[in-house]
């Protein structure tokens, strides 16, 4: 018989969900694009949800985070995870759209999480600095922690986001030619977002909640040239319009969060 993982939460509730994740920034509720996408997922899911900090060292059996435990079961893999809780009858009509919008959503999906993504990871090779500072654990990190992480953690970090940007398609590309390909993404998405409210209509699906996590992390931590972020204001300014649409209806509680850094902010009225 297979192990049971060892459990995070201890003294679970039944059919509560404990996302487990990094602690919150003073950026962003989370630096990781997996982790924002699966809390807004959550939170567009209606789904009864409590954050646990991974204490930077708590990961799944794949090695990430973000992952729940549920009924002393734990998932991994946000993409899985919301499948799994779909399947069992929760957030199903995030997951529902005709075949061909379908098939649509998932071409973007991979665009997002299998090409735009990059341009991120890039970035956080060549500069994870603000990590250490107020506008991401500055204040968590503190004495000899904060030395520690400027010192090395840091270092390390952007040393192996190099080698992964190495191996891959992007570690081949100028800079001007990594623009270009940003540009092709953020194009095609704005073309699809068109004047909706969300990318598939009048209320969101996976695929928004997937987005927001991604662009969240292009817009709103600091990339490897601010050209990103002046092109998206600039040519696809109805992205930006759908962010704050998405920060205002899932996220009243975002500056907060940066504020005070705790993880069970409240966002229902
Ligand atoms: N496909 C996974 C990706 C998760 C992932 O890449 N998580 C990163 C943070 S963004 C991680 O935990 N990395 C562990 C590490 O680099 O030590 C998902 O959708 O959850």
Redesign the pocket.
Known sequence: MPKAPKLIKTGWEQDKVYLIQFPRTGSVPSP????LK?ETWLRMAGIDYENVSNEFKH?SK?????FIELNGEQI????IIIKTLAERGQGTELNTLPPKEKALEHAFYTLI?HHLIWLCVYSRSQTFKWISTDAGYGRVFIGIRAFISKAFVVPSFES?LKKKCQGQWIGTLTNEEKISELKKDIDAISTQLGKKPFLFGDEPKTIDATLFGHLGEILYTPQFTDAIKKYIETNASNLIAYMDRIKARYWPDWEESAKTLKMDTQWRQ
Do not use: A
């Open positions: 990781s694009p997996f982790s699966l990961m794949r090695g990430q985070q973000p991994s893999d946000s993409s999480e192996k």
